[in-house]
């Protein structure tokens, strides 16, 4: 059976999980890298967590409430704010390195922990979008996703940019390219998927079975 890939967020959900917008955008993007279909995609959990605080908690949690099948949890900090946490005890300037170390050392399960930042935070790679293409949302939608922070906004603009098209897949590369963070995210994941695949095809050749080696 291949393991599921569990993606913890920061930020909270509004109504349904399953229209969770910055989860539902990290989803197309690794369908466009690995050239399939989204419900092929199922073993990949989005998880909003509303706080970094809860994040944390759940990656210092022993046995692990997430990831209990052996597979990866991936936590995604918002960097803008991430060294502030008091759990943490780290200096303001201090680098990503640093912080990634700080987060991992409590972990119990830290060798199927993967930290990701995300520079600044969601509303960097909702600007994006907004700027490389103007014409998918309207003034309103945009001021309420980055100044009110209003998650229905957010979802709406990421579900649009979202899109299974060629136009769509035009847009999410160019996000990556104005956001860096948010393609290192997408590889991060595509690396463990693969990972996971080449595993699930050695045990149904062997029978073996051992916890993956990402690429």
């Not at 939608?141 to 136009?167: F, M």
Request: with cysteine; hydrophobic share 40%.
């Amino acid at each position: 059976m291949t393991r599921g890939v569990t993606v913890l967020y920061e930020d909270q959900a509004q109504g349904d999980i399953k229209h969770y917008g910055p989860h539902e955008l990290v989803m197309q993007c690794v369908c466009d890298r690995l050239r399939v279909d989204r419900w092929k995609l199922k073993t990949l959990r989005g998880v909003p967590r509303n706080g970094n605080g809860n994040l944390y908690k759940d990656c210092t949690r022993e046995p692990p409430k997430l990831g209990r099948d052996g597979g990866f949890v991936v936590a995604v900090y918002d960097f803008d704010r991430v060294r502030e946490m008091k759990q943490l005890s780290l200096h303001a300037m201090a680098c990503k390195s640093e912080t990634r170390d700080a987060l991992l050392k409590k972990c119990p399960w830290r060798d199927r922990l993967v930290v990701v930042f995300l520079d600044r935070n969601i509303e960097t790679v909702i600007e994006a979008i907004c700027d490389c293409d103007p014409g998918l949302s309207t003034p309103e939608q945009r001021t309420r996703a980055l100044v009110k922070k209003d998650l229905n906004a957010r979802d709406i603009i990421l579900g649009a940019a979202s899109a299974p098209t060629p136009a769509g897949l035009a847009l999410r590369n160019r996000v990556f390219e104005r956001v860096p963070s948010f393609g290192y995210l997408v590889d991060k994941l595509v690396a463990i998927l693969a990972a996971h695949e080449r595993e699930a095809l050695r045990v149904a050749e062997d029978g073996a079975e051992e916890p993956p080696e990402m690429a």
